[in-house]
């Protein structure tokens, strides 16, 4: 698809159909992560998949927000092993996990796939839920799936501000 294509279709996507998402484009949306740029290359995202009934229930316990996906991604990053600025405190595993975050979400688009990033979730609750080691934060919840019939983009989805709104030429 055409990239600009990709921007436009992509919509949170808040019911889906039971239908799976296949292999093969799900491997295309995780390829599409593990060639994101990270700060100094470092690579500290960890990516999984949850697709069983137990793991799916994990998703449901912390959220309202999965919308009946049967695909759910958690994008976590290695705190151990992120950049940090110069003269700063800050690190770069939020921004690092959510450019990856960010290649998925549109991959998936272009695989024809809907989704939608979650936030609404306690991040700790979660990592207990799922045993992750000490070291690892979660970013988010990314929802992967097939638009139930008759679902749409909620009225937000056209609702942006202007371009001079958001960008300044200095
Ligand atoms: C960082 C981020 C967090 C979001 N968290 C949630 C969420 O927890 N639950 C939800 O239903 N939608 C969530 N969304 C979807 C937004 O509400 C949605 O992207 C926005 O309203 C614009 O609509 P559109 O994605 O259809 O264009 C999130 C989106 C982003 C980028």
């Given at each position: 698809?055409?990239?600009?294509?990709?921007?436009?279709?992509?919509?949170?996507?808040?019911?889906?159909?039971?239908?799976?998402?296949?292999?093969?484009?799900?491997?295309?949306?995780?390829?599409?992560?593990?060639?994101?740029?990270?700060?100094?290359?470092?690579?500290?995202?960890?990516?999984?998949?949850?697709?069983?009934?137990?793991?799916?229930?994990?998703?449901?316990?912390?959220?309202?927000?999965?919308?009946?996906?049967?695909?759910?991604?958690?994008?976590?990053?290695?705190?151990?092993?992120?950049?940090?600025?110069?003269?700063?405190?800050?690190?770069?595993?939020?921004?690092?996990?959510?450019?990856?975050?960010?290649?998925?979400?549109?991959?998936?688009?272009?695989?024809?796939?809907?989704?939608?990033?979650?936030?609404?979730?306690?991040?700790?609750?979660?990592?207990?839920?799922?045993?992750l080691p000490q070291n690892e934060?979660?970013?988010?919840?990314?929802?992967?799936?097939?638009?139930?019939?008759?679902?749409?983009?909620?009225?937000?989805?056209?609702?942006?501000?202007?371009?001079?709104?958001?960008?300044?030429?200095?």
């Amino acid at each position: 698809m055409e990239f600009s294509e990709v921007v436009k279709n992509r919509y949170s996507c808040k019911k889906y159909s039971d239908k799976k998402v296949e292999k093969e484009k799900l491997e295309a949306i995780l390829e599409a992560g593990r060639l994101a740029p990270t700060a100094k290359n470092l690579q500290e995202q960890k990516i999984y998949v949850l697709e069983t009934p137990e793991m799916l229930e994990k998703i449901d316990d912390v959220t309202p927000c999965r919308y009946g996906a049967p695909t759910c991604l958690v994008v976590a990053f290695d705190k151990d092993n992120v950049y940090t600025y110069p003269e700063s405190d800050r690190t770069s595993g939020i921004e690092d996990a959510t450019i990856v975050a960010t290649h998925m979400i549109l991959a998936a688009a272009n695989e024809g796939v809907d989704s939608c990033w979650v936030n609404f979730f306690n991040p700790e609750k979660l990592e207990k839920e799922l045993n992750l080691p000490q070291n690892e934060e979660i970013l988010m919840i990314m929802d992967l799936g097939y638009a139930a019939e008759g679902t749409k983009p909620l009225p937000n989805h056209d609702s942006r501000k202007d371009i001079n709104e958001t960008v300044k030429y200095l």
